[in-house]
């Protein structure tokens, strides 16, 4: 291949890259969409009894399509909603993956274990809701380090531990209820004006003490509607991908608008070609 030619796939590379950013970013070195791979994580620790979860496949392009799953305009995962769908099981490390999440709801369930410490790695989040759960431990310190949340309910679980002083750092918190744990002080100050830290037997034993509430009525639990993703993937085209060889570039090819990539330019035929020969 000459000089000329080796600059003109480059050129198209960039052009390639530039119009499939965010895909090519989603895609691991086997070609596996990553956020696919966290929540699978996620859906491997928990039980589903009802099944809401069923139509989460491994072999998924991108998990857009999936029941309680929101993504944005760019195939990201922004919101996880599961309230009130009766799982249990423990909450996977793994959703420290979806690193693009902003809303997070678990609400009304029977999750038990820890609360992962890996959520402090969503720096995009800004509403965290996993009330009336069975989570137990402590509040991970690392809950600090969420810059963006504005809405945290950890209420009616079984944390234990002292509160959390790295609260206090999320200078943009609206809205915070840790009632109904066993948490113990001392209760740093935070920025939340609307909070409820009542039914912790060690800070609050009769809820009545000053501090115990904040002054505006707090809202009810979040209710979004999160049971629609978006159309499926036609059948071909799954059953394209679910087979396996060259999975990322069938995706580009599939997902992508071809016409950077079509037929009448040579290079990048020469490219695609050479790909596929020397996997
Ligand atoms: C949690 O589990 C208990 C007993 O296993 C059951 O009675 C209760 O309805 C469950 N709660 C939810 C929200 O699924
Ligand atoms: C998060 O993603 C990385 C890289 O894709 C992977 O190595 C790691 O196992 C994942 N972590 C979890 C907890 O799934
Ligand atoms: C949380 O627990 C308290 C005390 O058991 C109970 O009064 C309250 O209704 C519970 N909150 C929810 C939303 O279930
Ligand atoms: C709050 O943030 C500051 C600066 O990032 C850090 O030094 C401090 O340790 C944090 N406090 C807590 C309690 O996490
Ligand atoms: C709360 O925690 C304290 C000390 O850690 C413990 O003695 C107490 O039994 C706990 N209460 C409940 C209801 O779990
Ligand atoms: C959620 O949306 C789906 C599809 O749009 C609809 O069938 C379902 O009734 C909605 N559920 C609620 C609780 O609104």
């Keep these: 291949m000459g000089a000329e030619n080796g600059k003109a796939v480059l050129f198209l590379l960039l052009l390639l890259f530039w119009f499939c950013g965010s895909t090519i970013g989603l895609l691991s070195p086997k070609g596996v969409n990553y956020e696919v791979q966290a929540l ?32 944005s305009a760019e195939n990201l995962v922004i919101g996880l909603g599961t309230p009130s769908q009766s799982l249990s099981g423990t ?55 969420l810059r963006s949340l504005e809405y945290l309910r950890l209420s009616n679980n079984s944390l234990y531990g002292a509160f959390p002083l790295s609260l206090g750092n999320i200078t943009q918190l609206a809205f915070l209820d840790l009632s109904y744990n066993n948490l113990s002080g001392p209760i740093p100050k935070f920025p939340a004006k609307t909070f409820n830290i009542a039914g912790n037997p060690l800070l609050c034993k009769t ?73």
């Design 40 to 71: 699978m994580g996620i859906k491997a620790s928990l039980k589903d009894p009802h099944g809401v979860l069923d139509n989460w496949d491994q072999d998924s392009v991108d998990p857009c399509s999936w029941t309680m799953v929101t993504c």
């Design 91 to 145: 909450l996977s490390s793994s959703v420290g993956n979806l690193t693009n999440l902003e809303i997070l709801l678990l609400q009304n369930n029977n999750i038990s274990g820890p609360v992962p410490p890996e959520l402090g790695k969503l720096s995009k989040l800004h509403t965290l809701d996993l009330s009336n759960n069975c989570f137990t431990g402590e509040i991970p310190s690392s809950l600090g380090q």
């Design 207 to 279: 809820g009545s003490e000053q501090g115990c509430y904040g002054t505006v009525p707090m809202p009810m639990s979040f209710n979004v509607n999160f049971t629609h993703g978006k159309p499926p993937l036609d059948w071909n085209t799954r059953k394209r991908i679910a087979l396996g060889a060259g999975r990322g570039l069938l995706y580009l090819h599939e997902q992508c608008d071809p016409k950077i990539i079509h037929r009448d330019v040579k290079a990048a035929n020469i490219l695609l070609d050479e790909y596929f020969e020397k996997p």
